[in-house]
């Protein structure tokens, strides 16, 4: 076949790999480079200038014209600015490729029209990028042609981080630097780091594109603001797992063909819960690679889907009543020497390394509740959280039965003597084989569930980026371990005093594990019971990165200062405020200058029938029935409009901040919500060829 695919042969051929660099550069530089990648440092100028010209051309080889730094600014998505190979021409007027080191080490991007919380004034413009030399340059084929993109962090003159990469970076040094202490105290001394992994699983919705540029909502705020439900859903769960559709799979082909040039391992495909969704996921890899990786695949599949006359939605919740999209993220901890501190090996009860390594992760997932849920929040996952499709707003951890019993034992005796196995799957036929069963199941409805060497974090939305989560991750398991280590560094007893402490973390911390379905309304009492935090949405959460306990844990490990955490605060009470405006203009727009009119032209329609039948003889029962409930309707709807024209013009007039985004969640919200509804109801009774927009059905099932 032609278009057969060689995954070994392209994987990795548009990333500038260290296998790559090796093979250019010289010996000396290329151990300079590992050097600086592996154990920190700064590479120096004269190395630098080697690594780019090898770099540039490399990737004039491949077509490259341009460079650019890629960064993520506080928007949640990319940015980047392209500059050619260009240089001035020589004597004789012939034009010359250059790319220098200072060129590959810092840039100097625009630093006042990104999002900056206060940390940067309007007339002060300057920011600085600088080379990630952890993360690989790639090559991106796009409109513009082949461009050279070198990933970067972002911060300012002052030297405050502006981006989601520099506080992701120092949060992986932390949480390394505090497992090292763990591990030398059970006598690894051969790691040299810990390595934080993740591993998202991305989900997404595909829809056709002639059907999408006919929704004003999905095209400026990525979800339906109107619709109806579909005659089918998602209640014969005929979609989860089915056979992928000829033209989605076609476009799963060409999607997992330019991720894996561009090294991202994209390993399952599959379809989601909900029509038109799905879901792709990759093996996990470095925490900042991943996260870089992750904005490589959302970038990719909104370019793919447009090659194939698609649009892909990564809103959270792109449709009422079925399923959002999330993104599970697998989170672990490895050191550098092989091994997993979250392997629990076949007798966890045996295995005090992990048992610490547990009952920390337990500690700092309960004493930072609030932070956890906060760095999972933003607008759209907030139609997601509690809605029984994904985990609940409250924070808590799922271990399985084995896990489960292992710490009921050491709180309640002080000492694990026994683990509950797995055993024997019997399948009861002959010519199936008996299977090994796990020794726990799993749990859907847990935020944050351990899955066998790794947890993984359920309640990160699917638009959003995967940087804050985990930095927030590594910083609480940082303090965790912190702790732990100051405690044990100095014990006399270390057997004694190891065991102790692991009892006393899992003994006042044990609250935070539940096991049981986190969809129930009894967990919301339980929950309440036990303490927990019940965050119920990204604007209530925004304030706990500015407690004194926030700013006591991100200092501590200079991963965020507090005019940082500040500034992150403004930001996202903004975003917040912004988002919610464009959705309320955009229902307006589309009430005022769609839906009303179309409407009214139906009602004339009705009318002119009711006329004609009396006319003719006969009683227009069912037309001025309709008629009158659509009038009704009509009138229902067009003053939820002037209310919601109202209620957004006020919240457009105050302050930005904290007030301005709970007026927009309480008040423009809830109108918003008004005027869906008797739309909503419209779409059901008036003709389809009359209705201006593509309904549910056509946008999840002809695809």
Not at 271 to 299: C, F, G, K, R, S
Not at 408 to 414: F, M, S, W
């Amino acid at each position: 076949m032609s278009n057969v695919v060689n995954v070994e042969q392209i994987f990795g051929e548009n990333v500038f790999t260290p296998g790559k660099m090796k093979e250019r550069l010289p010996k000396s530089v290329y151990k300079a480079v590992r050097k600086v990648m592996d154990h920190g440092g700064e590479l120096s100028l004269q190395d630098a200038d080697v690594v780019a010209k090898a770099m540039k051309d490399w990737a004039v080889e491949k077509g490259a014209t341009h460079f650019t730094h890629w960064f993520q600014p506080l928007t949640g998505i990319t940015a980047e600015k392209h500059d050619s190979f260009v240089a001035h021409p020589d004597e004789d007027g012939r034009m010359l490729m250059e790319f220098s080191g200072k060129e590959l080490i810092k840039g100097e991007p625009d630093a006042s029209s990104f999002p900056s919380g206060g940390l940067r004034a309007t007339f002060e413009a300057r920011g600085y990028t600088a080379w990630d030399m952890t993360s690989p340059a790639f090559l991106k084929e796009s409109g513009t042609g082949v461009t050279l993109c070198i990933p970067t962090a972002f911060c300012s003159y002052t030297g405050e981080a502006l981006d989601k990469k520099t506080p992701l970076l120092r949060s992986m040094e932390a949480v390394s630097e505090q497992a090292l202490r763990i591990v030398r105290l059970f006598g690894n001394t051969g790691a040299t780091k810990v390595v934080a992994s993740v591993g998202p699983e991305q989900e997404y919705f595909l829809v056709d594109k002639e059907k999408y540029l006919q929704r004003k909502d999905l095209i400026f705020a990525g979800r339906t603001l109107f619709g109806a439900p579909a005659p089918k859903g998602q209640e014969m769960e005929d979609h989860y797992f089915g056979v992928i559709r000829e033209r989605v799979g076609s476009y799963m082909k060409d999607l997992n063909e330019e991720l894996w040039k561009l090294g991202v391992t994209a390993k399952t495909q599959h379809n989601e819960v909900a029509p038109a969704q799905h879901e792709l996921a990759p093996i996990y890899e470095t925490a900042n690679i991943a996260v870089d990786h992750n904005q490589i695949v959302m970038e990719a599949m909104k370019r793919v889907a447009i090659r194939h006359d698609l649009r892909c939605l990564l809103h959270e919740k792109p449709f009422a009543g079925v399923n959002g999209s999330g993104k599970h993220n697998n989170w672990s901890l490895g050191t550098d020497n092989g091994v997993n501190l979250l392997d629990p090996g076949e007798t966890p009860n045996e295995n005090i390394q992990f048992l610490l390594v547990l009952a920390c992760i337990l500690k700092a997932v309960d004493t930072h509740a609030d932070l956890l849920r906060q760095s999972a929040s933003d607008v759209g996952n907030d139609h997601r959280l509690g809605a029984n499709e994904a985990p609940p707003a409250i924070i808590s951890v799922f271990l399985g039965e084995q896990l489960e019993d292992v710490v009921k034992q050491l709180v309640e005796t002080g000492m694990a003597v026994s683990c509950k196995e797995g055993g024997i799957l019997e399948t009861g036929v002959s010519t199936l084989p008996d299977l090994e069963k796990d020794a726990t199941d799993r749990n859907r409805t847990s935020p944050f569930a351990f899955t066998g060497n790794k947890f993984e974090f359920r309640m990160v939305g699917s638009a959003d980026s995967i940087a804050s989560p985990n930095t927030t991750l590594n910083a609480i398991v940082a303090e965790a371990f912190c702790e732990a280590a100051d405690a044990l560094e100095q014990a006399e007893d270390f057997e004694q005093a190891v065991h102790d402490l692991i009892k006393e973390y899992m003994t006042k911390h044990q609250r935070i594990i539940f096991n049981g379905n986190g969809y129930s309304d009894e967990w919301v009492a339980e929950a309440a019971k036990r303490g927990l935090p019940n965050i119920r949405s990204m604007v209530e959460a925004v304030e706990t990165l500015t407690t004194d306990k926030a700013v006591r844990l991100f200092e501590k490990f200079g991963i965020f200062t507090r005019a940082e955490l500040e500034s992150r605060e403004e930001v996202l009470y903004e975003t917040y405020s912004k988002t919610i405006n464009i959705e309320a203009l955009t229902m307006i727009d589309m009430a005022s200058k769609q839906i009303l009119p179309a409407v009214i032209r139906y009602t004339r329609t009705l009318a002119d029938t009711v006329i004609a039948v009396k006319a003719a003889g006969a009683e227009p029962v069912v037309q001025a029935g309709l008629l009158q409930e659509a009038s009704g309707l009509l009138e229902e709807a067009k003053k939820a409009l002037e209310a919601l024209k109202t209620a957004d013009e006020k919240a457009a007039s105050m302050p930005e901040g904290r007030e301005q985004a709970f007026y927009y969640k309480d008040v423009v919200k809830t109108a918003m919500e008004a005027l869906r509804a008797p739309i909503d109801a419209l779409e059901m009774i008036v003709d389809k060829d009359v209705w201006p927009l593509p309904s549910y059905g056509d946008l999840m099932f002809e695809v």
